[in-house]
T-cell receptor
């Protein structure tokens, strides 16, 4: 079946602009996660959705970052007034979140955001 | 707070040699432990996972990992490395999605990664 997809694969923007990054999870996965991976680092957790609601947004760095998942499937990560420090690969993952799955998360290929 | 340390940033091995990638974690309860591999331009692929049971777990591509609670370690091993194993490897720790209180937690905490280079 189809895996997690993310669009666009690459996004170049200018400092101060607004961007939206999209994630299509695996069909039927109720849990959706956003991570950010800076160069030379491991992925860092941003936000976690269970269904439509954000169950844990403790990783969002500041109020310029916001994410939604209005129908419990596709999610959009929104970044306002982008800064050069926001440049990174943004990863999305989904999971069935059952005990038998051991919380295995399936990752998309990521969106590489470059802020000039 | 949970954390993961991968002490080796970069490891180089010869093709056919054995491999061990180190991972140490810090977590207050029983951890879920994972190893992921990331090839250039590719997404993260799960190699193996551990939550309970046999402390030696087998994964895909001939990899295995051993959970040692006393050492807070979950090292990844492979007896004979192939050139196609060259990639970056990440260890991650996660929480039980359903804790005693019924609240679900999902986030994974990753280590910094270990880059594996394989010489022919």
């Amino acid at each position: 079946g189809a895996g997690v997809s993310q669009t666009p694969s690459n996004k170049v923007t200018e400092k101060g602009k607004y961007v939206e990054l999209r994630c299509d999870p695996i069909s039927g996965h109720t849990a959706l996660y956003w991570y950010r991976q800076s160069l030379g680092q491991g992925p860092e957790f941003l936000i976690y959705f269970q269904g439509t609601g954000a169950a844990d947004d403790s990783g969002l760095p500041n109020d310029r970052f916001f994410a939604v998942r209005p129908e419990g499937s596709v999610s959009t990560l929104k970044i306002q007034r982008t800064e050069r420090g926001d440049s990174a690969v943004y990863l999305c993952a989904s999971s069935t979140l059952t005990r038998s799955s051991y919380n295995e998360q399936f990752f998309g290929p990521g969106t590489r955001l470059t802020v000039l | 707070a949970q954390s993961v340390t991968q002490p080796d940033i970069h490891i180089t091995v010869s093709e056919g040699a054995s491999l061990e990638l180190r991972c140490n974690y810090s977590y207050g309860a029983t951890p879920y432990l994972f190893w992921y591999v990331q090839s250039p331009g590719q997404g993260l692929q799960l190699l193996l996972k551990y939550f309970s049971g046999d402390t030696l777990v087998q994964g895909i591509k001939g990899f295995e990992a051993e959970f040692k609670r006393s050492q807070s370690s979950f090292n990844l091993r492979k007896p004979s490395v192939h050139w196609s194993d060259a990639a970056e490897y990440f260890c991650a720790v996660g929480s039980d999605p359903y804790n005693a209180g019924g609240t679900s937690y999902g986030k994974l905490t990753f280590g910094q990664g270990t880059i594996l280079t394989v010489h022919p």
